[in-house]
């Protein structure tokens, strides 16, 4: 059923809420993981399996290393992109809830930035109702939650205190 998911700010907070909680979640399960380095790629499938069996709404799933819009490939300008992960429904713009690009490093690059800024507007289509940068530390700052820094058209959303 292609019915699509319309998100108030009320449940915006409630996605964000529930899924640095869930991210922390995780980050505490895979300590282990990231104390023996860089893992970006296998810390990413685990936290993508991980948001899958919590994270459930009918035709909602969740998808790692994700690059197709349609049978089509993802591209932003001439350029192919892929999300570390996302939450969505495939094939179904209106149904893009949540772009996470993430980070295994004590220096974190934040070179894939970019792809939150664009992909959380609307006039490249792909209208993802959320973005996430999160960064975790490795080695002797495993676990240690770096940043997680939601984006909102376009733009970081600047929390209130």
């Known amino acids: 059923m292609n019915t699509t998911i319309a998100l108030d700010s009320t449940e915006l907070n409630q996605t964000k809420d ?11 399960i895979e300590n282990e993981l990231l104390s023996r380095g860089r893992v970006e790629r296998n810390f990413t499938a685990g936290l993508a399996t991980f948001l899958s069996s919590h994270y459930k709404n009918g035709d909602i799933i969740v998808d790692a290393f994700y690059n197709r819009h349609g049978m089509l490939s993802k591209k932003i300008g001439n350029k192919l992109i892929e999300a570390d992960i996302v939450i969505h429904q495939q094939g179904i713009d209106d149904n893009n809830l949540v772009i996470i690009e993430l980070e295994t490093n004590n220096h974190p690059e934040r070179d894939d930035i970019w792809k939150l800024e664009e992909m959380t507007q609307t006039f490249y289509g ?5 973005g996430l940068y999160f960064a975790v530390g490795v080695g002797n700052r495993a676990g240690e939650i770096l940043s997680l820094e939601w984006y909102k058209n376009g733009k970081i959303i600047k929390e209130e205190k």
Request: proline share 0%; glycine share 0%; aromatic share 18%.
């Open 18 to 28: 529930e899924l640095e909680k869930l991210i922390r979640e995780f980050v505490a």
């Open 126 to 130: 792909y209208q993802y109702k959320l």
